[in-house]
């Protein structure tokens, strides 16, 4: 089969599925990572064919988009703040919003001018928080902790790809009665989205993600956050501070939660203009 053919069957089959721009997408992305053409490669060879072996993954591929399967998911890789990270089903997929909480803590970070800190990122999942931080902060110390064996997995092996030491501890948090030592940064991302809301989520999400890493109960939305702002208050350096990933619903909730253990707060917007970050700064 020619490359041009391949591309109108990907059309044909995905475009009540999927907008035709994003599936052009799809194709470009799985083209560059089981062929490596670029997109301009794609443009200028249409008339290219496809082994048998070549043309049995990219069939495959599009059966498993058919499903609304993540193309990440597919692909087995995603970009995470200038960095690839390996996913797969035993982890989140890396937002862009997490990003954001990324940045906000190097910046912060860089207005203290501290060279070397002792952070820790609860509920890492892929990694990807842990990681970014420690590339960009070298002469720090960066731990991570899940209570998921598989995603630990895949946390080390995209430590190592991406050239980073962290120290890595499976832990169920919900039951810890202390932290391994004091930090000057705790972070976490950890699962807030209340079943109530799962009827307004894309499938991909619903039906591939982990949900241990995506759903709270809807009578305990905040459990996590209650139980790491209870750990940070024991387990912060002084004027330590604490970072949360939030549910957009709940902004004022869990800031309230922090102000209980008297930390000073700050709550943030993202880039769609909504509450999606909190910091606490342990006075």
């Known amino acids: 089969m020619l490359l041009k053919d391949l591309k109108n069957q990907f059309i044909d089959v995905l475009q009540k599925e999927y907008?035709?721009?994003e599936v052009s997408s799809f194709f470009n992305i799985l083209t560059e990572a089981f062929?490596?053409?670029?997109r301009l490669q794609v443009a200028?060879?249409?008339n290219k064919s496809l082994?048998?072996?070549e043309l049995q993954q990219l069939e495959k591929a599009l059966e498993r988009l058919k499903k609304h399967e993540p193309i990440q998911y597919i692909t087995g890789q995603t970009e995470f703040f200038g960095l690839t990270f390996k996913v797969n089903p035993a982890v989140l997929i890396?937002?862009?919003?997490?990003?954001e909480l990324v940045q906000w803590i190097l910046d912060d970070i860089e207005k203290t001018g501290k060279k070397t800190l002792n952070i820790l990122d609860i509920g890492t999942g892929s990694g990807c928080i842990a990681v970014s931080l420690a590339k960009n902060l070298p002469n720090s110390k960066v731990s991570a902790i899940d209570i998921s064996e598989e995603a630990l997995k895949t946390a080390q092996g995209n430590a190592q790809m991406n050239g980073v030491e962290?120290?890595?501890l499976q832990k169920d948090i919900l039951s810890a009665a202390s932290l391994p030592v004091k930090y000057d940064i705790i972070v976490s991302n950890p699962p807030y989205v209340r079943d109530l809301e799962k009827e307004a989520m894309h499938r991909n999400v619903l039906d591939f993600e982990p949900e241990s890493a995506l759903y709270?109960?809807?009578h305990d939305p905040l459990i996590f956050y209650q139980k790491i702002s209870e750990l940070a208050e024991n387990s912060l350096k002084e004027n330590g501070s604490v970072y949360f990933e939030i549910n957009q619903y709940l902004g004022k909730e869990t800031e309230e939660v922090l102000k209980n253990k008297n930390f000073q707060t700050q709550l943030k917007k993202d880039i769609f203009?909504?509450?999606?970050m909190l910091k606490g700064e342990k006075s």
């Open 216 to 218: 709270v109960k809807d």
């Open 35 to 38: 062929l490596k053409m670029s």
């Open 51 to 53: 082994t048998e072996t």
């Open 19 to 21: 907008p035709k721009e």
């Open 273 to 276: 203009g909504v509450d999606r």
């Open 94 to 99: 890396p937002r862009p919003e997490t990003e």
């Open 166 to 168: 962290i120290e890595f």
């Open 44 to 46: 200028l060879e249409p």
